[in-house]
């Protein structure tokens, strides 16, 4: 391994397991493998930050990914009701809608083919 090029230090032994090894020769890839060295090294004070940051902004966030979620299913209306009526094919061999799986699996019909 090529210590001097890749900036290696004397504890991060450790770090290299982390480190995908079929990129540490790639010179292209020495630089985001630095970039995870650096992440790995400081992984504590980056998790204490954004601890501290999502704590600050936690009502910011919740609206936010509620107006997203709100949006999403408002461009994508058929989505669920699509989910629902999808036929899928049970595991005992019984081809249904996927909203009568769950109740399928209940049934005598189901229970019987296992036994
Ligand atoms: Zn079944």
């Known amino acids: 391994m090529n210590r001097v090029s890749f900036g290696l230090r004397d504890d ?3 770090l ?6 079929n990129l540490i ?6 630089k985001l493998n630095y970039k995870r060295m650096h992440y790995l090294r400081n992984k504590e004070k980056y998790k204490q930050y954004n601890d501290k940051y999502m704590k600050q902004h936690k009502d910011y966030f919740k609206e936010y990914f509620k107006e997203y979620a709100k949006s999403w299913k408002e461009k994508n209306p058929d989505y669920f009701k699509q989910y629902r009526v999808q036929s899928v094919v049970c595991e005992c061999g019984c081809e249904l809608q996927r909203r009568n799986l769950a ?8 229970i019987d083919k296992f036994l």
Request: glycine residues 0%; proline residues 4%.
């Open 103 to 110: 109740k399928h699996k209940t049934s005598k019909k189901h």
């Open 16 to 21: 290299i397991i982390n480190v995908k090894p």
């Open 12 to 14: 991060d032994e450790k």
């Open 25 to 30: 020769f790639d010179k292209e890839h020495l």
